[in-house]
C-alpha cells in the first residue's frame, strides 16, 4: 500500500488533557524521589488518568517537599504527606521510615487530583495539582477551561499536561531525575503492619534515622542526593 493518511487529531499517541477540573488519576511509575532547589528531599509525583475523555493522559511534576526548617514547617509536611497517602486509601496506623518508600509504594495507587491552569516563569500555561482527594467512583470531571486563549504553548506540546503542586508549601522544580524502583509498591500489602502507637505521621527523626526508630538495612537512604535509592519489596514496612 503506497503511503498516505488523512490528518486526524484524534488519531494521535499518547492524550493530552484540554482542561483543568478533577481526575481520577493512578500513580506512574516515572515519580521519583530527589532534592529540591533548597536542598530539601522531594517526592516527585507523576498521575495518568484512567477514565473519562482524557483517559491516558498524564499530570506530572506534581512536587511534595519534607521541610525540616522549623517546627511548623515540619507540621506542615507531615500534612502534605498525609493527605497524599489518605487520598490513595492508606489506612490510619502505617509508619514510614523513608521518603523513597512514600513514592515506590505509591507506584500503581489511585485517587484524585484538582488541577488548575498556571503560569509558569517563562510565560507557558501548564496543569498544576492542587488538591489530592480520595477517588471519585462518579468519574473524572474536566471544568471545561482551557489553556487562555494566546497563551505561549511549551517547547513539547506533550507537556501541557504536566502539573506541579503548590500543596507542597513552596514546591520547586527537581535538580535532578531520579529513577524509582519500580517493583517495590505497596499493592496489597497496606494495612498489613502492625499499628504502634506512634505510627501514622512522618517526624524528622524517623525520616532520616536519628531516633530510636531503627533505619531500614542498607546504604543510608539520603547519602545519594538526587538520586531514588532502590528499596526490596521486604522493607517495605507496608
Known amino acids: 500500500?503506497?503511503?498516505?493518511?488523512v490528518v486526524d487529531s484524534n488519531n494521535v499517541l499518547g492524550q493530552v488533557i484540554e482542561?483543568?477540573?478533577k481526575y481520577n488519576v493512578r500513580v506512574s511509575d516515572t515519580s521519583t524521589v530527589t532534592m529540591?532547589?533548597?536542598?530539601k528531599q522531594?517526592?516527585?509525583l507523576d498521575f495518568e488518568v484512567i477514565d473519562g475523555d482524557y483517559a491516558g493522559g498524564k499530570i506530572r511534576f506534581d512536587n511534595v517537599v519534607w521541610d525540616e526548617t522549623s517546627s511548623e514547617a515540619i507540621e506542615r509536611s507531615k500534612k502534605s504527606f498525609n493527605t497524599v497517602l489518605v487520598a490513595a486509601a492508606v489506612p490510619d496506623g502505617v509508619q514510614l521510615t523513608d521518603i523513597n518508600q512514600f513514592v515506590n509504594g505509591l507506584v500503581g495507587k489511585q485517587m484524585n487530583v484538582s488541577v488548575e491552569w498556571e503560569q509558569n516563569n517563562k510565560g507557558q500555561y501548564n496543569l498544576v495539582?492542587?488538591?489530592h482527594n480520595k477517588f471519585d467512583t462518579t468519574g473524572s470531571k474536566p471544568s471545561g477551561v482551557k489553556r487562555p486563549e494566546g497563551a505561549m504553548l511549551p517547547n513539547n506540546s506533550a507537556s501541557s499536561s504536566?502539573?506541579?503542586s503548590n500543596a507542597s508549601f513552596g514546591s520547586?522544580?527537581?535538580?535532578?531525575?531520579a529513577t524509582s524502583n519500580n517493583s517495590a509498591s505497596f499493592g496489597s500489602g497496606f494495612g498489613q503492619s502492625t499499628p504502634t502507637p506512634q505510627?501514622?505521621?512522618f517526624t524528622p527523626n524517623q525520616m532520616f534515622g536519628q531516633g530510636s526508630q531503627t533505619p531500614p538495612a542498607g546504604p543510608d537512604p539520603f547519602a545519594n542526593k538526587g538520586q531514588a535509592i532502590e528499596i526490596d519489596d521486604k522493607d517495605l514496612p507496608f
Open 1 to 5: 500500500m503506497a503511503f498516505g493518511f
Open 19 to 21: 482542561e483543568s477540573g
Open 36 to 39: 529540591s532547589k533548597t536542598n
Open 42 to 44: 522531594m517526592a516527585v
Open 129 to 131: 495539582v492542587k488538591s
Open 162 to 164: 504536566f502539573g506541579g
Open 172 to 177: 520547586q522544580s527537581p535538580q535532578t531525575t
Open 199 to 201: 505510627q501514622g505521621t
